[in-house]
């Protein structure tokens, strides 16, 4: 669970809740902005940890250079033993 700006747990329901409900008036004081990020986890860290995303596209193209390679690899030996 996150914590509230006061530090306290954040439960899933009530006032302080990550599943609460807001007024048209809650809305409007955020400038009529639907844009929740503002109720984002606070322990989960922010983007200035996360590498450039060139860096994260070349990581997955790894990986999944790495998937193929075993799945090709698992064909052959299923097709060997046939």
């Known amino acids: 669970m996150g914590r509230t700006r006061t530090g306290r ?9 990550r599943f609460r409900r807001f007024t048209r008036e809650d809305i409007e004081k ?3 902005n639907l844009d929740v ?3 984002k986890d606070e322990s989960a860290g922010g983007n200035e940890e996360l590498p450039e995303p060139e860096v994260i596209a070349g990581m ?8 193929m390679e075993e799945i090709e690899a698992l064909q ?3 097709g060997a033993g046939t």
């Open 9 to 17: 747990a954040r439960g899933k329901d009530g006032r302080a809740g």
């Open 60 to 67: 997955i193209l790894e990986r999944l250079q790495t998937a």
């Open 76 to 78: 052959e030996e299923l």
């Open 37 to 39: 990020t503002w109720l």
């Open 30 to 32: 955020r400038g009529d």
